[in-house]
């Protein structure tokens, strides 16, 4: 069984874990209807995806 040898100290912790922080979320304009959507998804408004009705348009 692997047991450290040492105790890791704070700042080699946090070094480590320096990469685990979440990115911001990605939005892009949609191109037909001008609204912000994330890339790869479906405009839940107009239900569109990639220029293809996917789904029925949201009704307010």
Not at 40 to 55: A, F, M, N, P
């Amino acid at each position: 069984m692997a047991v450290p040898k040492r105790k890791t100290s704070p700042s080699r912790r946090g070094m480590r874990r320096a990469h685990d922080a979440l990115g911001k979320n990605a939005y892009v304009e949609d191109k037909e209807s001008g609204e912000l959507r994330r890339p790869h998804h479906i405009d839940l408004k107009s239900g569109r995806y990639r220029g293809k009705q996917v789904l029925k348009p949201k009704e307010d």
